[in-house]
């Protein structure tokens, strides 16, 4: 497939020479500072967010010309093309993937611009974009938030729940000040700092009143009496799960129900006699009410250390420290409530959270 720019062909104009031919510095001076400006940015971002010259117009709230015409003004001041448009839609040549990348830390440095300009106008209030994975989200951020609420109620949370994937590129340009989640092994190195809070073993999860309760001594094959839902918040739990499940020797041809919905898994383990595999920490509320409980059974589980992810680079706000003294806090406090949760069970030593 091939693409061409979204502007009529045009020649864009290429580095001043001195006579001779030789080039006046070794790269071009396209004087940006002072011909670049931040609708300019706006409208790099909306183009590579929405992906075609339609969709990112309606976003900015303006015309498709007036947005074409502006792209050809950008264009002839980077004097290459920046989009290439197909079948599918628009996307960034590698001109515009640099200002796309651009775009994303400037317009994110610039909302925390603001945010400090109101924190000092009005001390105590920030505004702070938190990135957390499911688990993280559903089982320990309700007590930071409490906590939050109680001890800064002026501090303005925004958490945005997603793969860490998607995440880290988002943490090394500013669009978020901190990531929670599990501490995955990383395929590639990267500059970001990691800070071990806490475990998520995988546990097995059932209502209190669940008749697995009653055996003297639950064995791994007393399992395979009740069918199993299992979350799939992402490849990688999904995988661990799939490989707990295959390493117990539960039937592979067994009735499964799976879901990427917390609040379903949540109602389905309380409504029937389901039985639950997943992270101790996804049901974490539930578990310290006692609607729910964790199998008296020790499990060989590999370990999931979480915790937080932080980028070096960029310093934290007053009120991105407030939160992270909170989530420290909060997990210290879940650490210890959760060894209440398998009294006369055992708990893993090393980590202090139940082994399930």
């Known amino acids: 497939m091939t693409g061409y720019s979204l502007c009529a062909p045009m020649a864009y104009p290429r580095a001043s020479r001195l006579p001779g031919g030789a080039r006046l510095g070794a790269q071009v001076n396209r004087f940006l500072d002072q011909r670049l400006h931040m609708r300019q940015l706006r409208l790099i971002r909306a ?19 007036a947005l074409t015409k502006s792209l050809h003004e950008l264009e002839r001041t980077v004097g290459e093309p920046l989009f290439e448009r197909s079948a599918k839609g628009v996307r960034p040549t590698s001109f515009g993937w640099a200002l796309v990348r651009f775009a994303d830390r400037t317009l994110a440095d610039l909302d925390r ?43 303005e949370l925004r958490m945005v729940v997603e793969r860490t994937t998607s995440m880290l590129p988002k943490l090394e340009s500013g669009e978020l000040d901190l990531v929670l989640g599990q501490l995955y092994t990383l395929d590639m190195p990267d500059s970001m700092v990691r800070e071990v809070l806490y475990d998520e073993p995988i546990s097995v999860i059932a209502r209190a009143g669940h008749p697995l309760f009653q055996k003297p001594k639950l064995t791994v094959a007393d399992l395979e009496e009740w069918d199993l839902v299992l979350p799939t918040f992402g490849q990688r739990l999904g995988r661990d799960i799939e490989h707990l499940v295959a390493a117990l020797g ?17 109602e389905v383990l309380h409504e029937t006699d389901m039985v639950g595999i997943g992270p101790w920490m996804l049901m974490a509320s539930d578990l310290m009410r006692g609607s729910l409980r964790v199998a008296p059974m020790m499990i060989d589980a590999p370990p999931r250390p979480a915790g937080l992810i932080l980028n070096p680079q960029r310093r934290l706000s007053p009120s991105a420290e407030v939160l992270v003294d909170a989530i420290r806090r909060g997990a210290a406090e879940l650490v210890e409530a959760s060894k209440a949760i398998t009294v006369g069970y055992g708990v893993d030593e090393k980590s202090n959270a139940p082994c399930g």
Do not use: K
């Open 250 to 266: 539960l039937s592979a041809s067994r009735r499964l129900l799976r879901s990427n919905s917390h609040l379903f898994i949540r």
């Open 47 to 65: 183009l590579s967010e929405n992906g075609s010259l339609s969709a990112a117009a309606r976003a900015l709230h303006v015309t498709q010309p």
């Open 113 to 155: 611009l603001d945010d400090e300009l109101s924190r000092l106008a009005a001390p105590g209030e920030g505004l702070v974009v938190l990135g957390a994975l499911p688990v993280s989200a559903a089982g320990l951020m309700p007590r930071v938030v409490r906590a939050l609420r109680r001890d800064h109620p002026a501090l």
